[in-house]
């Protein structure tokens, strides 16, 4: 028998959604995450929920954090949600939300199955550390 | 472990794995999973590709390298969406480099894939170069053969462009294709050990820009010394050379025709194969076309040359070997760890009481002891 160790990598999906034209923020996390040591797909701007779930599915990734600063994020996320639950990846994908999020908004995007908002005040090791300690326990 | 000689692995099909099941039911989330658990080595993903075997071998694989940007990723995002308007489905899987340090990684290649986002029916899969020690090649191998048994007709696999790891690419894809950008003449140079030898198909994209012209003269003039200096060498004599070591003599590989044109792999007398040179600029979707028929007359010249066969059994040679290599690895390290771990060698070692010739020999012994014995019994 082997006994194989595996190597298991938490790998994320930072993605745009909409028309949102600002991805500073998104680059900085990217590469924080990658210094982290989690494998990173960027979605590039101006991509659709279609696509994101797209990305996020065929990567099978552990968490999708979703960065918005357009303010769509009511329209956006919810349907990004449902795409996740059509092709049976909502259960065990850990979604974030980072940008700004009015905190009336915040309760809504929490029971559309968002795990955690991460504000404009959110430190990067808050964020990696909720990642390891929530990324969630693949089958 | 013990239960004599079971070298059939399992033959029916009602206890295939759940995640097998649905992945050849044509679950995107299943391939998806497949491919993590692949990825990961998790435990049992051994099993998971034993299963995925049966399935496979009727996608055509296609490998693309070349330097980084050299456009490798937008000319595969047109490529997946040519094919996809011939009503073929495509999967890709891109590696990127990842850090040594951390292991993390910026996969970036999917930003490039914007003809074919909406489509499912293109699995685009980044994956990052891990540890790099073989394991690359061992994963994309076996993620190569997910998309395969899940039905896709075309795989593509894009590498990293920077190095050796690019070579182990042939003994993956059934076409290799080498991106050369223009104007990269001393870069031509530099690849000649490896790349060059590699390559079915040399593409000179980004042909719209200067120097392209003299580029591909420059690779032509390349390919003809090539042709001149060594006969029957290059791809075509590694393939036939390693199919002998793999699977001792086949005649039956390639006994299509009686006659002439498919005498097969070891006949001598097959043209060799002469890798044309495309141009394209990948951007704006010209030369598309060009590029796939070269590859179809490629894969054409593969079947009726009998070198397709070859390169299975070349491939499957080699990945027999490489497993019963981490295989061995493993059951030494147990050995090892079993014995104590190697502290007190290497102290002795150190104090000049012995040397690492003679504790690897130890260690060994009794291994090699117990597949003689074995051995023996057997004849």
């Known amino acids: ?72 994020h009511n329209t956006l996320v919810p349907k990004i949600m449902d795409g996740l639950a059509e092709y049976g990846a909502r259960e065990d994908t850990l979604v974030l939300v980072g940008g700004i999020i009015p905190d009336d908004d915040e309760e809504r995007l929490r029971e559309a199955g968002v795990a955690e908002i991460f504000g404009p005040g959110a430190s990067m090791d808050e964020m990696i550390d909720y990642i390891r300690a929530n990324a969630p326990e693949r089958r | 472990m013990t239960s004599g000689d079971s070298e059939n692995p399992s033959e029916s099909t009602d206890d295939l794995d759940p995640l097998i099941a649905d992945l050849l039911d044509g679950r995107h989330r299943a391939l998806a999973r497949t491919i993590t658990k692949i990825e990961n080595r998790s435990p049992g993903y051994r099993d998971l590709v034993s299963q995925l075997h049966a399935h496979t071998g009727d996608a055509d694989v296609i490998g693309i390298t070349g330097s980084p940007g050299a456009g490798k990723s937008t000319l595969v995002d047109k490529l997946a969406a040519t ?35 909406g489509d499912m029916d293109v699995f685009f899969r980044s994956m990052s170069a891990r540890g790099t020690l073989g394991g690359l090649s061992t994963a994309t191998t076996d993620a190569v053969k997910a998309l395969d048994a899940f039905g896709k007709d075309k795989v593509i696999v894009e590498t990293v462009g920077a190095g050796q790891n690019e070579v182990d690419i042939v003994r993956t894809a059934d ?27 040399f593409v000179v994209n980004k042909a719209d820009l200067d120097g392209a012209d003299r580029t591909v003269s420059e690779l032509r003039e390349m390919l003809q010394l090539r042709d001149g200096e060594v006969e029957a060498g290059g791809h075509h004599g590694f393939a036939e050379t390693t199919v002998d070591v ?18 097969g792999a070891d006949a001598e007398g097959v043209e060799p194969w002469d890798p044309p040179i495309v141009e394209t600029v990948a951007d704006r979707g010209e030369g598309i076309d060009d590029l796939i028929a070269a590859m179809d007359d490629h894969r054409a010249y593969l079947v009726e040359s009998g070198q397709l066969e070859a390169k299975a059994r070349t491939r ?43 504790v690897a020999e130890a260690v060994l012994e009794p291994l090699a002891d117990c597949v003689a014995g074995r051995r023996e019994s057997r004849e």
Do not use: W
């Not at chain 1, 996390?29 to 960027?42: K, N, P, Q, S, T």
């Open chain 2, 246 to 263: 793999g699977g001792g003599t086949g005649p039956e590989g390639g006994g299509v025709g009686s006659d002439g044109a498919a005498e």
């Open chain 2, 83 to 117: 094919y996809r308007e011939a009503g073929l489905t495509v999967g890709v899987i891109a590696i990127d480099p990842a850090s040594p340090f951390t292991g993390g990684a910026v996969l970036g290649d999917r930003i490039r894939m914007a003809s074919n986002v």
């Open chain 2, 175 to 201: 076409t290799v294709v080498v991106l050369v950008p223009p104007g990269s003449g001393d870069d031509v140079q530099m690849l000649k050990a490896g790349i060059l030898e590699i390559a079915d198909l």
């Open chain 1, 1 to 72: 028998m082997s006994a194989e160790q595996g190597q298991r990598q938490i790998r994320c999906l930072v993605a745009k959604v909409g028309l949102d034209g600002h991805d500073r923020g998104a680059h900085v996390i990217a590469r924080a995450l990658r210094d982290a040591g989690f494998e990173v797909i960027y979605s590039g701007l101006h991509r659709s929920p279609d696509e994101v779930v797209q990305a996020a599915v065929q990567e099978d990734v552990d968490v999708l954090g979703i960065s918005i600063l357009s303010g769509a």
């Open chain 2, 316 to 358: 499957y040679a080699d990945e027999i070997r490489t497993l019963l290599r981490e295989d061995a690895r493993e059951l030494l390290a147990e050995e090892i760890e079993a014995r104590g771990g190697l502290d007190e060698r290497v102290d002795a070692v150190l104090r000049r009481e012995t040397d690492p010739y003679t």
